[in-house]
């Protein structure tokens, strides 16, 4: 089965801390994705990335960056951590082309304080 | 822009009940539909995948049917169990879309022992 696996569960950082969250995927995946997740707005995506070094902006790109320097590993980045970045983040990967299902990770509980 | 509308937002029923969820998409330009399982605080756990040439996909109790033309899915649940217990969102990958998946807003689903 492929995995995706976010390095954290459950992250508090403080109001303009630089805060880095890791996604990881093992089945060689083209496509690799940033949800974040409020009650009443729903999943809604950030950044998503094609291939190495290839990155798009989502729908709410305001406020965070991404990298991926390796196939296997697209890092979400908030620049300066705010309160309204409080969420619950989500990592998917899909493979290239048509026809094929996302995998998620288990999400990482980001707390701003 | 695709929007997808997942109707009940909440649905509670006794165990054993056989149930319906409801997705509708407003373009019917799709390449694939998505249900997914989320238990509260995690992540999303794919449940079945229909792609576009299909009419409906089965796995154990659960069988989603897709009618592209009209723009809708059901998902089927058959005979209950308080373990399904949890929200369902419903998922579609637009050919305009760039394969990001659109969200429906989920259904809550409880089943009462």
């Known amino acids: 089965d492929v995995k995706v696996t976010q390095s954290s569960r459950y992250l508090v950082k403080r109001t303009g801390e630089k805060v880095f969250l890791e996604c990881v995927q093992d089945m060689d995946h083209e496509n690799m994705f940033w949800y974040r997740q409020d009650p009443g707005l729903g999943l809604r995506l950030i950044y998503f990335s094609y291939d190495v070094k290839m990155k798009e902006k989502g729908d709410i790109p305001e406020g965070y960056s991404v990298s991926r320097e390796k196939k296997e590993r697209f890092s979400l980045i908030l620049e300066s951590a705010s309160t309204n970045q409080t969420s619950m983040y989500l990592c998917?990967?899909?493979?290239?082309?048509?026809?094929?299902?996302?995998?998620f990770g288990s999400g990482t509980r980001l707390t701003v304080v | 822009k695709q929007e997808v509308t997942q109707i009940p937002a909440a649905l509670s029923v006794p165990e054993g009940e056989n149930l319906v969820l409801n997705c509708s998409f407003t373009?019917?330009?799709?390449?694939?539909l998505q249900w997914f399982r989320q238990d509260p605080g995690k992540g999303l756990t794919s449940l079945l995948l229909?792609?576009?040439?299909?009419r409906e996909q089965t796995s154990g109790r659960l069988n989603a049917s897709l009618d592209k033309s009209s723009g809708r899915s059901t998902l089927y649940i058959a005979a209950s169990q308080p373990g399904d217990s949890a929200t369902y969102l419903c998922a579609v990958i637009g050919i305009q879309g760039a394969q990001k998946l659109v969200f429906g807003q989920g259904t809550r689903l409880t089943i009462n022992p």
């Open positions: 373009d019917s330009a799709i390449y694939n």
């Open positions: 998917a990967s899909s493979p290239s082309g048509t026809g094929y299902g996302y995998t």
């Open positions: 229909i792609q576009s040439s299909q």
